[in-house]
C-alpha cells in the first residue's frame, strides 16, 4: 500500500503546484488517513519541499481499524510540550524554504489558522479547500473491497437480529445488539450511531433509539452500518412486526420502494447528481409528500459516513464510476411512523452491469 499513498500525496502535491504552494498542511483526519494510511487523533500531514512529515501530538494506537502510517512516510511524535501539531507542521515547512503554504481552512478554526501564521510570519498562507475530499470521491478496487466486507457484515448483523425475537423489546436494547453483532463479525465498530424505530418512531431520519418497546403491528425501521478498515457503509430496511400489514403500511411501503429504486436506477456514469435526487423525489412528490422529505436523496460514503457528492436537489456535479454513494428515500408520518430503504451502491458503467449493489438484505416488506 505504500506505493497507493505516495500516488495520493503526488496528484496532492501536483494540484498545490498549479495552485502556486510547494507545501501543504492536511489536518482533517479523514484526509490525513487517506493520504497517510493512518489519523492517530489531532494527526496533521506535511507534503513538503524536501520531505513528507506525519505529525502526531502522542503515541500511535493499536487499535483495530485506526489503520497503520505508510512506511515510506516519517512520522514525528511530539512530546507534551510540543504543542500543535498543525503549528509544528507549518514550523517545519518554513524550515525546509517553503514561501507558501496550502491548508484546509474548512478545518481550522480561527484561533488555530492565526496561530499558523503567527509561527511562520514569512509564509503565505493560501486555502486548499476540498483538494483532498475531490481525490477521494472516485474509489480504487481496495477501497471498494473494504465497503463491499463492511456491508457484508452489516448484512449479516441485520439478518441475525431479524430472526430473533423483537416483540417488547427497546428501540435501544436492538440498536446496542445490532451494534455488538457488527463488532461480532469483524467490523471496527459501527459507522455511524445506528437507529432503530418502531411504531410512530419508525421511518424518522436519524431517529435516536428510545425506551419505547416494539409492538404487534408496529413498522420496525432500521439503520446501520460497518466500518471496516476505516471505510463506512450504511443500509436501512423498514419491516412489520408480528402480523400482516395493514394495507396503509403496504401502499406506503410500494411508494417508498418504487423511489428508491428510480434513485437506483438513475445510477450511472455522466448522470448529474440532482437527477439521482430528482428521479427519487419525483416519485414522493407525486405521491402527496412533498412536505417533511429529506434535504437530500443520498450521499457518497468512504472514509466517512456522509462524504460528497451530495445527492441534493441543488447539488452541482455529475457521477464518475468506481463512486459509492447511498441511495436512501424515507417517508414518516407523525403519529403513525413511516418507511425508509437504504442501499450502499458502486456507480458502474452499463456494459460492467450498471450499479453495484453493496448491501443486499432483501426489500421485501417481511413480517416478522
Known amino acids: 500500500m505504500s506505493e497507493v499513498y505516495a500516488a495520493r500525496r503526488e496528484r496532492l502535491r501536483e494540484r498545490c503546484a498549479a495552485g502556486g504552494s510547494a507545501s501543504a498542511l492536511v489536518s482533517r483526519p479523514a484526509n490525513v488517513r487517506y493520504l497517510a494510511g493512518a489519523a492517530p487523533q489531532g494527526a496533521v500531514l506535511l507534503l513538503g519541499r524536501t520531505e513528507d512529515l506525519l505529525l502526531c501530538g502522542g503515541p500511535l494506537g493499536d487499535e483495530q481499524g485506526e489503520g497503520r502510517p505508510d512506511e515510506g512516510l516519517r512520522v514525528q511524535l511530539l512530546d507534551a510540550s510540543g504543542g500543535d501539531p498543525a503549528v509544528a507542521g507549518a514550523d517545519h515547512a518554513a524550515a525546509q524554504g517553503a514561501d507558501?503554504?496550502?491548508?484546509?481552512?474548512?478545518?481550522?478554526?480561527?484561533?488555530?489558522?492565526?496561530?499558523?501564521?503567527?509561527?511562520?510570519?514569512?509564509?503565505?498562507?493560501?486555502?486548499?479547500?476540498?483538494?483532498?475530499?475531490?481525490?477521494?470521491?472516485?474509489?480504487?478496487?481496495?477501497?471498494?473491497?473494504?465497503?463491499?466486507?463492511?456491508?457484508?457484515?452489516?448484512?449479516?448483523?441485520?439478518?441475525?437480529?431479524?430472526?430473533?425475537?423483537?416483540?417488547?423489546?427497546?428501540?435501544?436494547?436492538?440498536?446496542?445488539?445490532?451494534?455488538?453483532?457488527?463488532?461480532?463479525?469483524?467490523?471496527?465498530?459501527?459507522?455511524?450511531?445506528?437507529?432503530?424505530?418502531?411504531?410512530?418512531?419508525?421511518?424518522?431520519?436519524?431517529?435516536?433509539?428510545?425506551d419505547r418497546r416494539v409492538e404487534e403491528g408496529d413498522f420496525l425501521s432500521v439503520c446501520l452500518g460497518a466500518s471496516y478498515r476505516g471505510y463506512r457503509c450504511e443500509i436501512g430496511r423498514t419491516f412489520v412486526i408480528g402480523t400482516s400489514p395493514a394495507d396503509w403500511q403496504i401502499e406506503l411501503y410500494d411508494l417508498v420502494f418504487a423511489a428508491q429504486r428510480a434513485g437506483r436506477e438513475a445510477l450511472a456514469?455522466?448522470?448529474?447528481?440532482?437527477?439521482?435526487?430528482?428521479?427519487?423525489?419525483?416519485?414522493?412528490?407525486?405521491?402527496?409528500?412533498?412536505?417533511?422529505?429529506?434535504?437530500?436523496?443520498?450521499?457518497?460514503?468512504?472514509?466517512?459516513?456522509?462524504?460528497?457528492?451530495?445527492?441534493?436537489?441543488?447539488?452541482?456535479?455529475?457521477l464518475d464510476a468506481c463512486v459509492p454513494v447511498t441511495v436512501e428515500p424515507g417517508v414518516h408520518i407523525p403519529g403513525r411512523g413511516g418507511v425508509r430503504i437504504d442501499d450502499t451502491l458502486v456507480v458502474r458503467p452499463e456494459a460492467d452491469g450498471g450499479p453495484e449493489l453493496l448491501t443486499i438484505t432483501t426489500k421485501e416488506l417481511l413480517a416478522l
Not at 478545518?107 to 483532498?132: E, I, K, N, Q, Y
Not at 414522493?284 to 436537489?313: K, R, T, W
Open 100 to 210: 507558501s503554504l496550502a491548508i484546509e481552512e474548512h478545518d481550522l478554526t480561527v484561533a488555530r489558522h492565526r496561530a499558523l501564521g503567527s509561527v511562520a510570519p514569512r509564509l503565505r498562507l493560501a486555502d486548499l479547500g476540498g483538494a483532498v475530499e475531490q481525490l477521494r470521491l472516485v474509489k480504487d478496487e481496495e477501497e471498494i473491497s473494504c465497503l463491499r466486507i463492511g456491508s457484508e457484515i452489516a448484512d449479516q448483523a441485520l439478518g441475525e437480529l431479524l430472526e430473533s425475537i423483537l416483540v417488547g423489546r427497546t428501540e435501544r436494547h436492538l440498536a446496542l445488539e445490532l451494534e455488538r453483532r457488527l463488532v461480532d463479525h469483524g467490523a471496527d465498530g459501527p459507522a455511524f450511531p445506528t437507529s432503530v424505530g418502531t411504531g410512530p418512531n419508525s421511518g424518522r431520519g436519524g431517529h435516536r433509539p428510545s
Open 269 to 318: 456514469p455522466g448522470a448529474a447528481y440532482r437527477d439521482i435526487d430528482r428521479a427519487a423525489r419525483h416519485v414522493l412528490d407525486s405521491a402527496g409528500y412533498a412536505e417533511g422529505l429529506a434535504p437530500l436523496m443520498g450521499h457518497g460514503v468512504g472514509l466517512e459516513i456522509d462524504e460528497d457528492p451530495q445527492l441534493a436537489p441543488t447539488a452541482m456535479g455529475k
